[in-house]
């Protein structure tokens, strides 16, 4: 179901083949993951000849991304040659965290050329406590400076700040801080548990 190429330049090809769904999906992950492990700087992953049975098993490959996140500094890209498989990739949010690709020779030299970006994430949860705005705050800055980040963290600070005391005041439930970043830009998000819908008012 899987061979593995290692090419001359670090970059190493893993081929899958034959059906993805509920059953082999925790081999293809393993595959992914062993793979990750024993490339040198970059993993594209050929997924022309497999056969994914239902949407949801796509998830794999982001699956397997977040749990080899402890090694940052390989890129991971998926390669189609099927448009239609593309747009699902994109379309399922998949392309979002591993960059898809028409040929290993396209993914090979968008990796050359630094094109291929790793995308960073962490997630957290917070209690509905006066000190949890802080935590979140410290959150935000472990995570930033690790991922080489530090002239990021006022800004994050203080969309983290606002939403997470906005959160407290108006839900019960506490609030989760979600940050996802890259080379070019990070994303930052609050959310809470409360039913009731953000209102925008206008200061008079």
Not at 2 to 15: D, F, N, P
Not at 30 to 54: F, H, P, T
Not at 58 to 84: G, H, M, Y
């Amino acid at each position: 179901m899987a061979s593995i190429t290692h090419g001359r330049t670090g970059v190493t090809v893993l081929r899958l083949t034959g059906g993805l769904d509920v059953h082999s999906y925790p081999q293809v992950r393993d595959s992914v993951l062993k793979a990750a492990l024993d490339a040198d700087s970059a993993l594209i992953i050929d997924v022309d000849a497999l056969e994914a049975r239902d949407d949801h098993v796509w998830a794999v490959f982001t699956s397997a991304r977040w749990d080899a996140q402890q090694w940052p500094e390989i890129v991971i890209a998926l390669v189609s040659a099927d448009p239609a498989v593309q747009r699902r990739l994109r379309d399922l949010s998949v392309a979002r965290y591993l960059p898809v690709y028409s040929s290993v020779a396209a993914a090979v030299d968008a990796i050359g050329d630094g094109d291929c970006h790793y995308l960073h994430r962490a997630r957290e949860r917070f209690g509905p406590y006066p000190y949890s705005v802080n935590s979140a705050l410290m959150f935000v800055r472990d995570h930033l400076e690790a991922w080489s980040m530090r002239d990021r963290i006022a800004v994050a600070s203080t969309v983290v700040t606002v939403f997470a005391e906005n959160a407290l005041s108006h839900a019960r439930g506490g609030f989760d801080v979600r940050l996802e970043g890259n080379a070019e830009e990070i994303l930052v998000g609050v959310s809470d548990t409360s039913p009731v819908l953000a209102d925008r008012k206008s200061v008079v």
